[in-house]
């Protein structure tokens, strides 16, 4: 099933601890996101990525890494998770030329307790 | 399961020119979301709507949420090289089974020819 799968979906852990958060896709899109999103505000971008190993920061990254080694994934890690990344994780692609439009992953809701 | 449409998918348009990009839910949407992406940077948050009829204006866009909550609007007057991009929606479709559920649209791709 071609699109985005994000993993894992759901995880409560606590706080201090790293955690990954994985993008996979398979539409080959060159440009891959990391946002999140939190009730009653629009989505926030934490970093991106225009290609292996080209990533960039935005408006949110602070407290987030990320990592892209091969096209069809992009891994994000907080590297001591706080409460205040209590929040629900997406991940996009954007595909350019005939293929053009934006396919989003379902998501990861991320507790941290 | 809910989806966004988005349409058009890519529009061009003269300078100064008015244009409308729609978002259409299946499902009562509880919150709209419309944001913007220059190429190549993240999406800028524009607005949210979320009662039945609400209309928001930001410059020279307004969006407004029709009262059944199932289709949103933006429009653009008097539009400018700088209002191009990829505009998209995204919808809170409220608590399902506990949960938040967020969904998004493809885009709408916009040039403005100077």
């Known amino acids: 099933d071609a699109g985005i799968t994000q993993s894992p979906r759901h995880k409560v852990t606590e706080t201090g601890t790293p955690v990954t958060l994985r993008c996979h896709q398979t539409?080959?899109?060159?440009?891959m996101y990391w946002y999140r999103q939190d009730p009653g505000h629009g989505l926030r971008l934490i970093h991106y990525?225009?290609?292996?190993?080209?990533?960039d920061k935005g408006e949110v990254s602070d407290g987030y890494s990320v990592s892209r080694s091969k096209t069809e994934d992009f891994l994000l890690t907080l590297e001591s998770a706080t409460s205040s990344q209590t929040s629900v994780y997406f991940c996009?692609?954007?595909?350019?030329?005939?293929?053009?439009?934006?396919?989003f992953g379902s998501g990861t809701r991320l507790t941290v307790v | 399961s809910q989806e966004l449409e988005q349409s058009p998918q890519s529009l061009i348009v003269q300078e100064g020119k008015n244009l409308t990009i729609n978002c259409t839910s299946s499902?009562?949407?509880?919150?709209l979301y419309w944001y913007k992406q220059k190429y190549g940077e993240g999406l800028i948050f524009l607005m949210m709507?979320?009662?039945?009829?609400e209309e928001k204006s930001h410059e020279k866009i307004t969006a407004k949420l029709d009262e059944k909550k199932q289709q949103s609007s933006l429009h653009i007057t008097a539009s400018q090289p700088s209002h191009a991009g990829i505009y998209l929606c995204?919808?809170?479709?409220?608590?399902?089974?506990?949960?938040?559920?967020?969904?998004f649209g493809t885009g709408t791709r916009l040039k403005v020819l100077a």
């Open positions: 996009a692609t954007l595909g350019t030329g005939d293929g053009y439009g934006y396919t």
């Open positions: 539409e080959n899109h060159r440009y």
């Open positions: 990525s225009y290609g292996v190993k080209d990533t």
């Open positions: 499902k009562t949407l509880y919150g």
């Open positions: 709507l979320q009662k039945g009829g």
């Open positions: 995204g919808a809170d479709s409220g608590l399902i089974s506990g949960t938040y559920k967020y969904i």
